[in-house]
């Protein structure tokens, strides 16, 4: 039988890692392919403490329909840590909960976007994001991503032709580059978008895995009204609850719900109250710390790794915190046809064009370096500078 899809669906790409993944299945191969966070980390005894006080305490209520906004002692903690973190006044009901941070793209998407309105995204982008605002049909805009953020003269020059709904990025630890925007980098930002019509959408998944340097004023505090957060407890966590939440200015926020409840009415409420239990009894700083120094060996391991058993020729990026880095090939090496090789070594990546909608990063490929240990680092890694030399004779 003929379906008649969508012709939406036509323009919105399969998740190249989750198809990857299904190649990597099997227990001999490691794979630095997926955005995991380390699984050896997940706070396991305390978060199951937090779901037996949630369930004997106020189980019923807890098992119950809940508001679409989400359990308000959770978006208090959130607003709260925007405070204290960024200097951010965020009130809570300028917070709603989502499914992890995926939905809050998807949602935004929907409340913002008609076919063809313009949509900036860095370049290379975040794949998730591709996908998500894919289906709304916008008309995508590259915007090069150079060492400290976004190249400002090709941002200035696509403001300048056309305006745009929308500026999506992700300024801290940025996926998948590792790039972080510098300080000055987000004042210039904030101060072209200013004014335009463009809101940015900050993606700030990764901004409390910072390893190296200060922490960075987010563009909200440049952009007050211009500016919708994204966050996740994927990565400071757990990703299995499937939390994550938007910060957007009250009008926005209002849509944002509308849209939410002829979506799913409203996120897992016993996860909301379990998290918000764990949050109470628990030093989520000290967490955070845990997972930070690991990321960080990890990610200094990687790189060890890089430049014993690469070729020479081969660049890549040194992120100062997230989950990721970006690895350059030297010209006429494509990643698409490296992975081959790769897979048949028992090693996985994300080839670098998946994360370009207008051709490009054919070269380039990105590496997760939180979800291995470091026995798994050194020989993943020695398996995958063996095909990398034997790619490029």
Excluded at 34 to 62: C, I, K, N, T, Y
Excluded at 159 to 165: G, M
Excluded at 290 to 301: E, G, K, M, S, V
Aim: aromatic letters at 8%.
């Amino acid at each position: 039988m003929p379906y008649h899809f969508a012709s939406r669906m036509e323009k919105t790409p399969k998740s190249f890692i989750r198809e990857i993944l299904k190649t990597t299945e099997r227990p001999e191969v490691i794979s630095f392919a997926g955005g995991l966070p380390s699984p050896a980390l997940f706070a396991v005894e305390e978060l199951a403490a937090a779901a037996q006080d949630v369930m004997a305490e106020a189980g019923r209520a807890a098992l119950q329909y809940s508001t679409t906004e989400g359990y308000l002692p959770l978006r208090e903690f959130i607003a709260g840590r925007y405070r204290r973190r960024l200097g951010l006044a965020i009130d809570p009901d300028e917070i709603l909960i989502t499914n992890g941070s995926q939905q809050c793209l998807d949602l935004i998407g929907k409340v913002l976007l008609d076919p063809g309105d313009p949509l900036l995204i860095e370049r290379p982008g975040y794949l998730g994001a591709i996908q998500a605002f894919s289906l709304y049909e916008p008309a995508f805009r590259s915007v090069p991503l150079i060492d400290d953020g976004p190249d400002t003269a090709c941002l200035e020059a696509m403001l300048e032709e056309a305006p745009a709904k929308l500026f999506y990025g992700v300024p801290s630890s940025q996926n998948p580059s590792g790039i972080t925007y510098s300080a000055e980098k987000r004042r210039a930002v904030a101060a072209l978008l200013a004014g335009t019509g463009t809101i940015f959408v900050e993606d700030d998944a990764y901004g409390e895995l910072r390893f190296d340097g200060e922490s960075l004023p987010s563009l909200k505090s440049y952009l007050p009204d211009a500016t919708i957060i994204t966050g996740s407890f994927s990565k400071i966590v757990t990703p299995g609850l499937r939390l994550g939440w938007i910060a957007a200015p009250g009008e926005i926020m209002e849509q944002i719900t509308v849209a939410k409840q002829a979506s799913d009415l409203h996120s897992n409420y016993l996860a909301q109250r379990i998290i918000a239990r764990y949050l109470e009894t628990n030093d989520i700083d000290a967490h955070i710390a845990r997972i930070t120094d690991a990321y960080q060996a990890q990610r200094d391991l990687m790189i060890a790794m890089i430049e014993e058993e690469f070729p020479d020729g081969v660049s890549y990026t040194r992120p100062d915190g997230g989950m990721f880095l970006w690895v350059t090939l030297p010209e006429g090496c494509p990643t698409t046809q490296l992975l081959e090789e790769a897979l048949r070594q028992n090693v996985a990546f994300v080839p670098g064009r998946a994360f370009y909608v207008d051709g490009g990063g054919d070269t380039a490929m990105r590496l997760n370096f939180s979800n291995a240990d470091e026995e798994k680092i050194v020989v993943g890694m020695r398996r995958l500078g063996a095909a990398v030399r034997r790619f490029i004779g």
